[in-house]
């Protein structure tokens, strides 16, 4: 995961925690490059209107298959991200906090973590 370019610790050091949502290919099916585009607009549109500070993340699998345009947003809870991740079908969003990065379930009730 990379957070406007530098390492999700780096940022971590700065911020503190934060989390990570995208609005890309909804419960993980592919969608159009002008789909996942529009999804993202629309995402990073809510965070504004709602005054919440963000950058731009990239999300990706621990082997470096599958990846997705995201927003690192700092200074909102769990539930705001999980309700984040559900207004946009995903199947979770990611905490960056303690040097770990935890994979949060948006609609159920599982938690998965690895070291940074």
């Not at 780096?10 to 890309?24: I, Q």
């Not at 490059?33 to 209107?49: I, Q, T, Y």
């Not at 994979?103 to 159920?108: G, K, W």
Request: net charge negative; proline share 7%.
């Amino acid at each position: 995961m990379t957070v406007d370019g530098r390492s999700a610790t780096e940022v971590l050091d700065e911020w503190g925690p934060y989390w990570v949502v995208t609005a890309w290919n909804p419960f993980s099916e592919p969608q159009t490059p002008a789909d996942n585009a529009g999804r993202h607009a629309e995402l990073v549109a809510r965070l504004e209107a709602a005054g919440l500070t963000w950058l731009p993340a990239v999300g990706s699998s621990p082997d470096g298959q599958w990846s997705e345009e995201s927003v690192a947003v700092p200074g909102i809870d769990r539930e705001a991200a999980r309700s984040l991740g559900r207004a946009f079908d995903q199947h979770a969003v990611f905490e960056v906090a303690d040097g770990m990065l935890r994979v949060h379930a948006c609609f159920a009730d599982w938690i998965d973590e690895r070291p940074l």
